[in-house]
């Protein structure tokens, strides 16, 4: 059997030996790439640091060896290309150009990233303490949620695919960058030996880590990877993945058939809210309908561990489970070794000044439960009282600007992905981010924005933006469909109305639409889904929408992905 491509990461280290180089120092590669060093070498891949001959950028260059040049080795290196290049995000490693150097040797040219895989440094420090776990997990989070609404899987999360960036505050945005989209292999350690497998076919994965439907070669969506990622936070926390077999083949057959250990069970020594083990169990539930259906889902909860927030502040798909646990939400951590340990792995990471603000945690809103009967219906209140208490309170005075030198800073050493986390957005920031030209993605998160200046975005060529949980209303949306080359939106738990949806009909290229937890009612619905451009249509949690309005949107509008409870499936 083959090798894989182990090890090829575009990971800036000490020059590796030549031997096996297929290019030399200073060769010309492609008539456009200038080799500087070799970086990498695994089973059958090179990855050499170059330098562009025009622009004199540096970047990763990435190939196959002569030798295992193929038919199916090109085709699967050509996918992970595809892949990668198909999305745009502070979190995942950005793709600048991929081809053909001789005619008959892909290659990928990559951001070249300096820092720490998972897989390191749980091998170094062993598990991490809450504490310093989440926050970077929240980040794989939004990146892999952002391939899936690309319409891209990656197959194969694991450690040593989550990478930890040096220079940067753990949880900033961009601290973490997620490797190696589209490649399709087994492989994982066990006892310092490595298990692989290589078959031609519809099974992909790292045993470790792969979900039920990849062990059985079923047709794979995004929630395989919310599985992985399961897997991967579960050894994060213990030290160990939830299912070790005695070889690949025992491991694949625990994951189709043995129920997933607790987190508590596994590590003794540590003390897990149940909140935790409820989110981990959710993952790892076998059938992909009984998962989170949306890492942003995940996302959520994490950050509501890390914040301690109300139970009934969690996404509706745990919030039943866990409502009577409150009490449970405090972080305990994991023994003072691990957290010294922990802590001092991350600490070799240069750290920048660059925090993202959080918001203060607000006073909870009571309602009244009588009943185990009336917890759904009053969790819905709770929705209801949180989203009318953030219409009627002016939270400038929680959130901070940025300064304009710092945005532009910020800007101009950006990709073309930008976000901003509970901070204010000023008509003067929206004119400083809509004189770019160059960002394509923008994600506002819980901030405050300034709805009559959105139309200040529409000389870039955005094509997505999420304005979840921010004060986005109807006026916003007026403003915000001058902004022609939007194709998706996110806009849920945000004050928008059926007013506010009839505006944003008018983008010539919407596609993909979310707006869970707002006040749209079946009219609304019904004359956004009469666009012909749109594929996806994201309702959960509409409360004025019912259960027999739901069945009337899926009889009149067959041709579009409906997700009204939260079943995700991010369809092209």
């Known amino acids: 059997m083959p090798p894989d491509f182990d090890d090829t990461k575009p990971v800036e280290t000490a020059s590796a030996s030549w031997d096996g180089a297929e290019f030399s120092s200073g060769e010309v590669i492609a008539g456009r790439y200038k080799v500087l060093s070799l970086l990498g070498k695994g089973g059958m891949g090179l990855v050499y640091r170059v330098e562009q001959l025009i622009g004199g950028k540096e970047l990763a260059l990435k190939t196959i060896h002569q030798s295992f040049l193929s038919e199916t080795t090109v085709k699967r290196f050509e996918h992970e290309a595809r892949a990668t290049f198909a999305v745009s995000h502070a979190n995942i490693i950005a793709v600048k150009a991929f081809g053909l150097l001789d005619e008959r040797t892909p290659f990928l040219a990559m951001e070249i990233v300096e820092g720490q895989t998972l897989a390191e440094l749980l091998q170094d420090s062993g598990p991490l303490p809450i504490e310093a776990a989440l926050p970077i997990l929240i980040q794989v989070c939004h990146g892999l949620a952002h391939a899936h609404e690309n319409a891209v899987v990656h197959r194969d999360i694991k450690p040593s695919n989550i990478m930890i960036l040096k220079g940067r505050p753990i949880g900033s945005e961009g601290s973490i960058k997620i490797l190696d989209f589209g490649i399709a292999k087994f492989s994982h350690r066990e006892?310092?030996?490595?298990?692989?497998?290589?078959?031609?076919?519809?099974?992909?994965?790292?045993?470790?880590?792969?979900?039920?439907?990849?062990?059985?070669?079923?047709?794979?969506?995004q929630r395989s990877d919310i599985y992985s990622l399961g897997c991967v936070i579960f050894e994060i926390l213990t030290g160990r993945a939830p299912f070790v077999g005695r070889n690949?083949?025992?491991?694949?057959?625990?994951?189709?058939?043995?129920?997933?250990?607790?987190?508590?069970?596994t590590a003794q020594s540590a003390d897990f809210p149940a909140v935790l083990e409820q989110i981990v169990a959710k993952m790892l539930a076998k059938q992909p309908e009984d998962r989170y259906q949306d890492l942003d889902l995940v996302a959520h909860d994490l950050d509501s561990?890390?914040?301690?927030?109300?139970?009934a502040e969690l996404s509706q798909s745990i919030a039943n489970s866990v409502a009577e646990q409150s009490s449970s939400l405090r972080i305990q951590p994991h023994n003072k070794r691990n957290i010294f340990l922990a802590i001092a792995a991350i600490a070799i990471l240069p750290v920048v000044a660059v925090a993202t603000i959080l918001q203060p945690p607000k006073e909870k809103t009571k309602v009244e439960v009588e009943s185990a009967a009336d917890l759904k219906k009053g969790r819905e209140e709770l929705e209801i009282a949180r989203t009318a208490d953030e219409k009627k309170v002016d939270r400038t005075a929680e959130l901070n600007e940025v300064d304009p030198s710092q945005l532009k800073a910020e800007l101009s050493a950006s990709g073309t992905t930008f976000g901003l986390k509970n901070h204010l957005v000023t008509a003067k920031m929206l004119e400083i981010i809509g004189s770019?030209?160059?960002i394509k993605n923008i994600n506002l998160l819980g901030c405050k924005i300034d709805n009559d200046n959105l139309d200040k975005l529409a000389k870039l060529p955005l094509t997505n933006i999420t304005l979840t949980n921010t004060n986005f209303d109807d006026s916003g949306a007026k403003k915000l469909a001058q902004v022609q080359s939007l194709c998706v939106i996110k806009a849920n738990y945000t004050q928008i109305s059926n007013r506010g949806l009839a505006y944003l009909k008018q983008l010539p290229r919407l596609t993909h639409l979310k707006i869970e937890g707002t006040k749209i009612d079946i009219d609304g619905a019904r004359n956004i889904c009469k666009k012909t451009t749109l594929k996806q249509l994201a309702l959960a949690s509409c409360h004025k929408i019912t259960e027999a309005d739901r069945k009337q949107l899926v009889k009149e509008f067959p041709k579009i992905d409906l997700i009204l409870k939260g079943e995700y499936e991010f369809n092209d």
């Open 191 to 221: 006892g310092g030996e490595i298990q692989c497998l290589t078959k031609t076919g519809e099974i992909f994965g790292s045993p470790l880590y792969m979900s039920p439907e990849q062990c059985n070669g079923d047709k794979v969506d």
């Open 248 to 265: 690949a083949m025992a491991t694949l057959m625990m994951h189709l058939t043995d129920t997933p250990p607790s987190l508590s069970e």
């Open 305 to 311: 561990i890390i914040n301690r927030r109300d139970p």
């Open 436 to 438: 770019t030209k160059h």
